[in-house]
């Protein structure tokens, strides 16, 4: 019995592959390839759930798939029992800046938390409520006071940086909790977002010293992946993508202190110093690659993520190596792709098929002499356009595919912005193109 897509699932992809962006549900109608990749990073998984740390950096060209195959993994984690953070940087959002930029990172990947029950993000508060209520059953059973009871569970935090404060905000939550007080609940929320900007508004309205701010950064993902795991989750996976930001920053100063970062980030991992966390960074070759400005740059990580040279000469992959090149997908498996969105355009019911399978091979015929083999290298704009044809012919019944397919103009998938991001080597502030900073009030 064939299974059919939901509306709600079969727009929501649809319109997210139109527009060249990754649709955030759905994904396994469409998942196609790369078992080895991604069989390598389910063992990451089961390594964070058992109590110890991953470190992955993605390494794929423009429109190979880089964001798709971290949602896949995203999905995976969230159905292992694990919550998961994921953000894009930008000019705004970096791993290690001076003047809110990291913190802004922080705040987004807070923003979208997400669990199993909540695969859409916005979980931070469901997860401290979550938290919350085990620790009052537990008071319960012992007949003791509950915020005895979060301090206990959460002593283990307090030995890490921050961890006190932390502590002391999610007994203020449950203050809020008792009280019926919204404010007070909100204003810890608040906190664990990092969207507080200075400590005096912190400790008026939490009693607490410290906010998270740039430079605790990596530490407060260090005291979350530990709360997570103390709510009854099995660990914290950060997916962090579009990474060739960091490349793009016209100073040398503000690139390394990023790279340190990452370096710090993955000596950790490596020799065990985390706990029930992971990171995947989602970046392009020359983000890796470049011995001027990419990761290569930096002597520590190059010597880190250099591939297996014994794989290399064997000609074969290592798929426990820290940086994982992403295999392009092979014509077949792009043709089985667009045989599964033939398939959701459908909403799965076969008989509502727009085109036959000689059209799928027509199409992808086409794709190799407009060009190359760059249609299965980056196949972004080949689904696209695939996907632009079935509206076409689901709006004019009366049209033939074959007419069609002739057609359509397909372009090379190529970098959309390539600029260098210009930053004060001082303030760490973004310049403008006329060599300004931006304007604050």
Same mark, same amino acid.
């Given at each position: ?49 058992? #109590? $110890?740390?991953? +470190?992955?950096?993605? *390494?794929?060209? !423009?429109? =190979? /798939? ?95 940086? #921050? $961890?006190?404060? +932390?502590?002391?905000? *999610?007994?203020? !939550?449950? =203050? /809020? ?265």
């Amino acid at each position: 019995m064939e299974k059919r897509i939901r509306l709600k699932e079969r727009d929501a992809i649809i319109q997210s592959l139109k527009s060249g962006v990754t649709p955030k549900i759905g994904i396994q109608h469409i998942q196609v390839g790369r078992s080895n990749e991604v069989r390598a990073l389910y063992k990451d998984i089961e390594r964070i759930s058992g #109590g $110890g740390a991953a +470190f992955r950096l993605i *390494i794929g060209d !423009y429109g =190979s /798939g880089k964001t798709f195959f971290l949602s896949v993994v995203r999905s995976i984690a969230l159905e292992k029992k694990l919550v998961t953070v994921n953000a894009d940087l930008s000019p705004d959002r970096r791993i290690h800046a001076s003047s809110g930029q990291a913190r802004n990172l922080y705040s987004e990947l807070m923003r979208n938390l997400a669990t199993r029950n909540k695969p859409d993000g916005n979980a931070l508060a469901s997860v401290v409520e979550r938290f919350v209520t085990q620790a009052r059953k537990e008071a319960d059973e012992m007949n003791t006071e509950v915020s005895s009871v979060i301090h206990q569970k959460l002593a283990t935090l307090s030995e890490l940086v #921050g $961890g006190y404060d +932390f502590a002391k905000v *999610i007994d203020a !939550y449950w =203050s /809020g909790h008792e009280q019926d007080n919204e404010e007070l609940k909100s204003n810890a929320i608040r906190w664990l977002r990092a969207e507080y900007t200075t400590k005096t508004d912190a400790r008026r309205d939490l009693d607490v010293r410290t906010i998270i701010s740039d430079n605790s950064f990596y530490d407060a993902l260090k005291l979350m992946s530990l709360f997570v795991r103390q709510a009854g989750y099995e660990g914290l996976l950060v997916n962090l993508d579009e990474m060739v930001n960091l490349y793009k920053l016209s100073s040398t100063q503000a690139r390394t202190s990023n790279y340190e970062q990452i370096l710090r980030i993955l000596n950790d991992c490596l020799q065990g110093s985390a706990e029930y966390l992971g990171f995947i960074l989602g970046g392009t070759p020359e983000f890796l690659l470049d011995p001027r400005r990419g990761l290569y740059s930096y002597e520590a990580l190059q010597s880190r993520l250099a591939e297996n040279s014994f794989a290399q000469r064997a000609g074969v992959i290592d798929y426990s190596s820290p940086a994982l090149h992403l295999a392009s997908l092979t014509p077949e498996e792009l043709y089985i792709l667009l045989k599964n969105l033939r398939h959701v355009f459908a909403e799965g019911d076969t008989s509502r098929y727009l085109v036959p399978d000689d059209a799928l091979k027509s199409f992808l015929h086409h794709c190799s002499q407009t060009i190359g083999d760059a249609y299965f290298r980056t196949p972004r704009n080949t689904i696209k356009a695939f996907l632009d044809m079935l509206a076409v012919l689901e709006q004019n019944p009366s049209m033939q595919w074959s007419q069609l397919v002739k057609s359509i103009a397909i372009l090379e998938d190529r970098p959309s912005d390539t600029d260098e991001i210009a930053v004060n080597e001082e303030t760490g502030d973004i310049l403008n193109s006329d060599g300004l900073v931006d304007f604050k009030l």
